[in-house]
């Protein structure tokens, strides 16, 4: 069973910011998280059913420090449709 840790943050862009006015909301989560899981979590802690979920894995790129070459994580993107009024304020955990 997925937790609220592990939903990493909320993403906020130019186009994250574009969609919040349509009410949707984009949350960064790990890979593991299925949509199902990530609405038990909002109901859960947020008091929020989404109206629609949609997902996408997010390959982590390639970095280079020093010569060394590294690996960000891969995580998986969520395009949450809220509720008419509803919001999510934070996610401090």
Known sequence: MAD???????IYTEKSLGLQEEGYVVIQTSEKMTKNQLKAVLK?????????????????????????????DNYK????????GASIESLAV
């Open 77 to 84: 993107k969520f395009y949450v449709k809220l509720p008419e």
């Open 4 to 10: 609220i840790t592990d939903i990493k943050s909320i």
């Open 44 to 72: 859960e802690y947020f008091g929020v059913t989404p109206v629609k979920i949609n997902s996408l894995r997010m390959k982590g790129k390639t970095k280079r420090f020093r010569g060394v070459e590294g690996k960000r």
